[in-house]
């Protein structure tokens, strides 16, 4: 019960006010369609770099929570999912606004965003502090084994080809590699000048992330993006809450499923909500009317995606894996701040792993306050003509790269990594495997080289990082991870065939 | 040979050539030390990269809907624009005014509203400023941020 000493911190009144911000703001940003939850958080990344890191990580955690839940705002009311995740949201929703009961669906979308997250988020405060302690047996091997792991198995489950989500992987480790290397003295991959420091996280990120969506709003042209949003007659809240009290059976698959699914690295919540809201379809009596405007689609799905939340941080703050891009982008945020996910979070800055976490607790009640009150007005935001949106999110991505070291040479790197990131996107790689390899690369090597030098006093390098049990339990994982990648490309490709020859 | 599988050998191809690139520097640099890592990298790197160019010109590399036609002509003013705006206009002009003509450039470009409407131009105009004057604040006064001065500001 450690965390109960430090929600304190929460409330202090700067930490406050950017959980109040990060909330109402990301509400907003999950509600504009084509404003990815991720790049949201990456935007914001350049900002907590000016804050302590308790106060950073509040601002993101915050903007990671309500971007989820505020997806469903525009999934229900433009038919258009603010993010991936809340694609099962508008199966149902935008029919139950269509018939005017776009408020009842908003608010049994927030009521159940609340419940799930706050669920997923005790997970994290329960489950964390164990595999924590578990992280402090690892040696320089064990850590090496790690951050490989880290990359393949985002690399081989974030993407649709695993071969490309590796080579993703690989490019990030390699871009890792680029700069001077201070311990031997050496330039590696100093092609231009812009590159002699390396390449910071932070326009990396934003790179890799608000360009490629920019460039895709670009391709859309001059075509008119006017959008038309449903009314929104007022409904009462009570008769909501009352509903979802009725709603265990959906709130509680997709509570299960979203923790479940958010714990296991790489998968995230978009398909989270796909799966709750098919297993509350088979599950429920009223099966026919899923799709059609049925409130228990709604419920699964939200409840889902938020209790996803908690639960993907858990591999991340004990393990450097993240459970989901945006998680990838999150340990980014954590490690400019010079804090590195395991033990050294837990005991050596436990005021800022808990003020982070128990923020992330408070912040799942505001995001279903504001979320219920702000919704139609966040909807109204969300109706930004794209034009507007590419011009701004391009022009804050130019500041908020050259505001962490003031040097264009970080805007150089932002924009050229961007531009390359949305070829590569066009062609099937993935930039959340890239990005951990650009996170996690420094981590491998300097274990990685450590663990050598020792080695080559003990048995040699073969023995030090392939033997023991847990050496040999982190190689099946990195295995296991890329098999069953493997596996399922090789049925999806079987299926796609059959379905290509019975046509 | 499809547009569509030519692309996808054309991308290949250059994530083949980046990693032999990678490999090349990192197996004959010196110091050796300081390339043992790169070393192990490049190998993955450039099995993968091998295997995944040969997956292309069999037809196998599917996964990524390409490039289209359209959609790459209506990028390319925006990206210019980018690409200019980072690489010459900031420094040389200053960077919230190089910014502002960036940002009204490409709210102009991909606004439906016909350039010779007025209201449009007044519309874009007063949005640009706004949206700069926020900028300004948040990291000229509220963040300190020291932007290039350029000709101007």
Redesign the interface.
Known sequence: MEFLGYFGGVFEPISFLLLLGGTIGGLILGATPGLSPTMAVALLIP?TF?LQPAQGLILLGAAYTSTVAGGAVSAILLKIPGAPANIATSLDGNAMAKRGEGARALHLSFLASGVGGVIGVLLLIFMTPILAQWALAFSYSHLFWMAILGVTVIGSLD???F??G??SG??G??LS?IGF?D????Q??IFVDALAGGIHIIPALIGLFA?PQ??E?????????AIEALDVPKQSLIASIRELSRSIRSLSIGTIFGSIIGIIPGVGGQIAGLVAYDQARKFSPHKDKFGKGHPEGIIAAESANNAMVGPSLVPLLTLSIPGSPTAAVLLGGLIIHGIFPGSDLFDNHPRVAWTFINSMLIGQILMVVFGIYTATWAARIARA????M???V???A??GS??VQ?S?GD??IM?GLG?GMF???????SAAPLVLGLILGPI??SN??TG?LIAQAQDGPLIYFMTGPLNMFLIFLVLASIGYSFWSNMLHNRAAGKAGAGS | MTASRLQHVVSSGVVLMVAALVAWISFTQEPADAFLFPRLIAIFFISLAGWNFVRAVTGLAKVGEGLDGPGFVNILPGLLVMIIHVFFAAKTLGFYLASTIAFLIIFTIYDPAPLSNRNAWIRRIIITALFMAVMHALFALVLKVQTPRGIWF
């Open positions: 900002f000016h993407s649709k080809s071969v490309k590796l080579l690989c490019i480790l390699w590699m290397d311990n031997l003295g050496a590696r991959f360009i920019v460039m709003m670009f391709s859309k042209g001059r075509e008119n993006a003509p794209v034009p507007i590419a011009a701004a391009m022009v804050l130019t500041f050259y505001s003031q264009m805007v150089y924009l531009v070829f590569l996107e066009k062609f099937g790689f491998a090597e990685f080289t050598s």
